[in-house]
């Protein structure tokens, strides 16, 4: 796993994706004794999870992403809108919602890389904990995947995973080079991934009235 790191922690100093984050997302970051804690107050569902490894760091790119490095792995996380791709369309379910944005995503990157790209996908279910009904209840629900080689060199590649959450579609991506087993990715997503818990919303603070003393009449 160190190796893993290594490698991914070099290769991301060059982005590898080209997706652009038009907004800022509302989040917050938390260092544990466990890793990095993410926090997102959606007002369509807030969300947290956890980049787990020693010693966590983050910060906020230039396209409004966020980048999370621990002693185990290196990850960028992407808050993207619902709407942004869907154009007003409606979608019958999560899956539906995940596949049109792994659509417009690849579409994306092969107009800015200029050619066709060699896409491996995939889909699969992951657990997840949903905090709104208490006792830790756990709730199943799709994630998809995809990775492909870098146009401009197929010695690295790179892996993208994602999860509807509430408005947005949150995703996590990272690049590794050929020396490192694309088991260990996905293995160190799916923990992320089952890390994630749907959050209660939060109670809007109510300002207390100020108490007026009505004066005594001689």
Known sequence: ?????????????????????????????????????????????????LVAGNNPEGKQNQDGSLFVQTDRQGLNVYFIKTADF????????????LYNHREWDVAAQEKAWGKKLE?????????????????????????????????????????????????????????????????EVKKSFTETFESFSLLPPQKAKVTPKKKTSKGKKN
């Open 1 to 49: 796993m160190k190796k893993y790191t290594v490698l991914i922690v070099a290769i991301l100093l060059a982005s590898f994706t080209i997706f652009a984050q038009e907004k800022q997302p509302d989040f917050q970051t938390v260092k544990t004794e466990k890793g990095m804690m993410v926090l997102n107050n959606n007002k369509a569902q807030p969300f947290a999870f």
């Open 86 to 97: 869907l154009d007003g369309r409606p979608t019958k379910s999560e899956s539906e919602t």
């Open 119 to 183: 896409v491996k996908m995939g889909l699969d279910m992951v657990k997840i904990h949903d905090l709104r009904l208490g006792n830790l209840p756990t709730k199943i629900i799709p994630t998809f995947n995809w990775t492909f080689p870098n146009p401009q060199n197929a010695n690295i590649s790179g892996y993208y995973q994602t999860v509807v959450m509430g408005d947005l579609v949150v995703m996590l991506g990272t690049s590794f080079d050929s020396s490192v087993n694309i088991e």
